[in-house]
């Protein structure tokens, strides 16, 4: 079972938004924190938003006042608002959760497959 699924990726222009989500399957649990990455063509894969178990935020600078991360701990799901997209947010956006699973009790880092975000004109 894929333990995490991120949606919501597309083609957007610059200024527009989009929202991100990712679904939390029931093969992982005791999530600590869960996160949004993002990897661009020839760049190294970047933090771009994470959220811990009492709901602190923190974000690269690139993106603060312009994207919202957000939890729903009851429906095991982690969303990421985008507003005044700009072309440099154009990347594979992946979803990441630091959780125990079904198959061992370590604390370990599980990822989505990722979801392109294409901010183009």
């Known amino acids: 079972q894929v333990p995490l699924v991120e949606s919501g990726g597309g083609l957007v222009q610059p200024g527009g938004s989009l929202r991100l989500s990712c679904s939390a399957s029931?093969?992982?649990?005791?999530?600590?924190?869960m996160a949004w990455y993002r990897q661009a063509p020839g760049k190294q894969r970047e933090l771009v938003a994470r959220?811990?178990?009492?709901?602190?935020?923190n974000y690269v600078d690139s993106v603060k006042g312009r994207f919202t991360i957000s939890r729903d701990n009851a429906k095991n799901m982690l969303y990421l608002q985008m507003n005044s997209l700009k072309p440099e947010d154009t990347a594979v956006y992946y979803c990441n959760a630091v959780a125990q699973s079904i198959t061992t009790i370590t604390f370990s880092d599980y990822w989505g497959q990722g979801t392109q975000v294409t901010v183009s004109s």
């Open positions: 029931g093969s992982i649990f005791s999530i600590t924190a």
């Open positions: 959220i811990i178990v009492g709901g602190s935020t």
